[in-house]
C-alpha cells in the first residue's frame, strides 16, 4: 500500500507546482492544517485561496530522503526538499524539512496535516 499514499503524493506535488486546484482538491482534506516554514497556520481554505490570488507560488519542489511509514488508515512521510516558493509574498528558496501526515477515508488517501522547517545551509 505504500506505493498508493507515494503516488498521491507525487500527484500532490505536481499539483502545487501546476497550480491545478482542481487535483489538489480531490488529494487535500477539507480539515487540513498546515505550518510553513514560517510558522503561519493555514487551512485548507487559506492555501487555496493564496494560491489563487498569487500569494502562494510553488515554482520548484524537489524531494529527496523521502521516507513512508504506514500505520493502517494513516502515512506519515517525511522528506526534504529543494524548493521555490512564495508563501504569502515571502520568498522560500532553499532547503526545507517536512513531514506529512495523510489519512486513508473511504479507500483514498487524503492528506490532513503538512509542517515544514526552513533548513539554514
Do not use: C
Amino acid at each position: 500500500m505504500k506505493s498508493k499514499v507515494l503516488d498521491v503524493h507525487k500527484k500532490r506535488v505536481k499539483a502545487l507546482i501546476d497550480g491545478d486546484l482542481e487535483t489538489l482538491d480531490q488529494i487535500v482534506s477539507d480539515d487540513l492544517i498546515f505550518t510553513t516554514p514560517h510558522g503561519t497556520i493555514m487551512t485548507k481554505s487559506m492555501v487555496f485561496e493564496s494560491v489563487r490570488n498569487g500569494k502562494m507560488n510553488v515554482t520548484r519542489m524537489d524531494v529527496y530522503d523521502l521516507v513512508v511509514r504506514e500505520y493502517g488508515n494513516t502515512a506519515i512521510l517525511t522528506y526534504l526538499t529543494n524548493t521555490t516558493y512564495t508563501d504569502n509574498d515571502v520568498l522560500v528558496d532553499g532547503s526545507v524539512r517536512s513531514t506529512t501526515v495523510y489519512l486513508r477515508r473511504n479507500g483514498i488517501w487524503k492528506l490532513v496535516a503538512a509542517q515544514q522547517s526552513l533548513i539554514n545551509d
